[in-house]
């Protein structure tokens, strides 16, 4: 029952994941016909910055059954990068694709043991600049919808114990930031919102909901 319950979490993740590149592949061939004009862009970004990871009771207890002990989670690093395509004519607005990842550093919890927790999700991204109405300039707000992994773990050298739990499900992001326009390109600092829900199978336990959530700001190089 186990293996099968896994089976159909990996099958889950591969028709989204199918999905996402899917869809994102049609909007970048739509791009390739609309772009033979100046009036269509795609915008890249890449970026860095750090947020504090949001973990409910249910899932702290959820993921002490599983890792043999309790941790609350550090800080994480968070890493990205993303395009979107932006006509002249959505006035501001650019749809793309948007991967996002999160790595904790070591927390001490029980046991005398480290935990170390990292998590990632790719999504299907929107963002709009509200007061220029010009796509990498001004005040924007930013939103996000796709899949991703949850991984924790508790490693304990001394008595050679190592514990994983791993999770995939839906997430949701949201942010608000400033991009401040140069020649060429554009520097945007952002603070955003992660709201996810993702399945995972424990030991002795079956099926279980893990929810966490990020609150978190960046710097994101756009070109």
Same mark, same amino acid.
């Given at each position: 029952?186990?293996?099968?319950?896994?089976?159909?979490?990996?099958?889950?993740?591969?028709?989204?994941?199918?999905?996402?590149?899917?869809?994102?592949?049609?909007?970048?061939?739509?791009?390739?016909?609309?772009?033979?004009?100046?009036?269509?862009?795609?915008?890249?970004?890449?970026?860095?910055?750090?947020?504090?990871?949001?973990?409910?009771?249910?899932?702290?207890?959820?993921?002490?059954?599983?890792?043999?002990?309790?941790?609350?989670?550090?800080?994480?690093?968070?890493?990205?990068?993303?395009?979107?395509?932006?006509?002249?004519?959505?006035?501001?607005?650019?749809? *793309? !694709?948007?991967?996002? %990842?999160? /790595?904790?550093?070591?927390?001490?919890?029980?046991?005398?043991? +480290? &935990?170390?927790?990292? $998590?990632?999700?790719?999504?299907?991204?929107?963002?709009?600049?509200?007061?220029?109405?010009?796509?990498?300039?001004?005040?924007?707000?930013? *939103? !996000?919808?796709?899949? %991703?992994? /949850?991984?924790?773990?508790?490693?304990?050298?001394?008595?050679? +114990? &190592?514990?994983?739990? $791993?999770?995939?499900?839906?997430?949701?992001?949201?942010?608000?930031?400033?991009?401040?326009?140069?020649?060429?390109?554009?520097?945007?600092?952002?603070?955003?919102?992660?709201?996810?829900?993702?399945?995972?199978?424990?030991?002795?336990?079956?099926?279980?909901?893990?929810?966490?959530?990020?609150?978190?700001?960046?710097?994101?190089?756009?070109?």
């Amino acid at each position: 029952m186990g293996q099968n319950r896994e089976n159909n979490n990996f099958k889950e993740v591969k028709k989204m994941k199918s999905n996402l590149i899917t869809l994102a592949f049609l909007i970048l061939s739509s791009n390739l016909v609309l772009g033979q004009s100046n009036k269509t862009r795609i915008y890249g970004e890449v970026g860095l910055g750090a947020g504090q990871t949001i973990i409910n009771s249910s899932t702290i207890n959820s993921l002490e059954t599983a890792l043999g002990g309790r941790f609350e989670p550090n800080i994480g690093n968070n890493l990205m990068m993303a395009f979107y395509i932006s006509p002249e004519s959505w006035k501001g607005l650019g749809i *793309g !694709s948007r991967i996002h %990842g999160t /790595f904790g550093s070591p927390a001490t919890g029980t046991n005398n043991s +480290e &935990y170390i927790f990292n $998590y990632y999700n790719l999504s299907v991204a929107a963002k709009y600049f509200l007061l220029k109405r010009e796509f990498n300039k001004g005040l924007y707000v930013n *939103g !996000s919808i796709g899949f %991703g992994q /949850f991984t924790a773990k508790r490693l304990n050298e001394s008595t050679e +114990e &190592y514990q994983h739990q $791993y999770a995939v499900g839906s997430c949701l992001t949201g942010g608000l930031g400033y991009t401040f326009p140069f020649t060429k390109t554009a520097l945007s600092v952002e603070v955003q919102y992660e709201n996810a829900n993702r399945n995972g199978t424990v030991t002795g336990v079956g099926d279980v909901s893990f929810r966490s959530g990020q609150i978190g700001g960046n710097i994101i190089l756009s070109f």
